[in-house]
């Protein structure tokens, strides 16, 4: 059974420009996280997407967003990059939503903003 | 606000031996706990999962257990070896889906 997939792997872009990161889950699941590790932050919650919809949202501006498509991938969108938007971000899967769902992780897309 | 700890922030062992990562979080309000290994510049791979419910999970080497009205968990590694070396992080899933991560034990093996 194929996991998580992210794409790109790498992105390089200038400040100001726009980056779209793209995620597909794992066969029959249809819940998607994004999370972001930015060096010296961890790992910080970015967005949960359930069913086409945001369900949550972690302590991030507006600029970043998102989107899931009815086949249940999902798009990042970070508007207006700012330097510290160079992280590594990671999008995790679940099936539908339970109090016990356990979550998958990808590979990651690497963003570097010059 | 959830916030967890992980201790200690690096290990370096010698192979074959047992050791124990220990992870903390202030409120004891979740609903599950992951431990994760992180190879550098990698995504996360699941190692093991509790429910709120349960006390201890295992999987081969790895033995995680946990105690909610402490807040804390430890993943307990049996017999080391080199290619164990990784980052390891726990997580604490609370209302909302949300995984909060602690920093990592940066794990070394040494042959």
């Known amino acids: 059974e194929a996991g998580v997939t992210q794409s790109p792997t790498h992105l390089i872009k200038t400040r100001g420009q726009q980056a779209t990161l793209r995620c597909s889950p794992i066969s029959g699941h249809t819940s998607v996280y994004w999370y972001q590790q930015a060096l010296g932050l961890g790992l910080q919650f970015l967005l949960w997407?359930?069913?086409?919809?945001?369900?949550n949202r972690g302590n991030f501006p507006p600029r970043f967003s998102g989107r899931q498509f009815p086949n249940y991938s999902s798009e990042l969108n970070v508007n207006a990059l700012e330097l510290e938007d160079s992280a590594l971000y990671l999008c995790?899967?679940?099936?539908?939503?339970?109090?016990?769902?356990?979550?998958?992780f990808g590979p990651g897309t690497r963003l570097t903003v010059l | 606000k959830q916030e967890v700890t992980q201790i200690p922030a690096a290990l370096s062992v010698p192979e074959g031996e047992n050791l124990v990562l220990n992870c903390s979080f202030t409120?004891?309000?979740?609903?599950?706990l992951q431990w994760f290994r992180q190879d550098p510049g990698k995504g996360l791979t699941s190692l093991l999962l509790i429910q709120s419910s349960q006390r201890e999970q295992t999987s081969g080497r790895l033995n995680a257990s946990l105690d909610k009205s402490s807040g804390r968990s430890t993943l307990y590694i049996a017999a080391s070896q080199p290619g164990d070396s990784a980052t390891y992080l726990c997580a604490v899933g609370t209302s909302g889906s949300r995984l909060t991560f602690g920093e990592g034990t940066q794990l070394t093996v040494n042959p």
């Open positions: 997407y359930d069913e086409g919809e945001e369900r």
């Open positions: 995790a899967s679940s099936p539908r939503v339970t109090s016990y769902n356990e979550q998958f």
């Open positions: 409120d004891s309000a979740i609903y599950n």
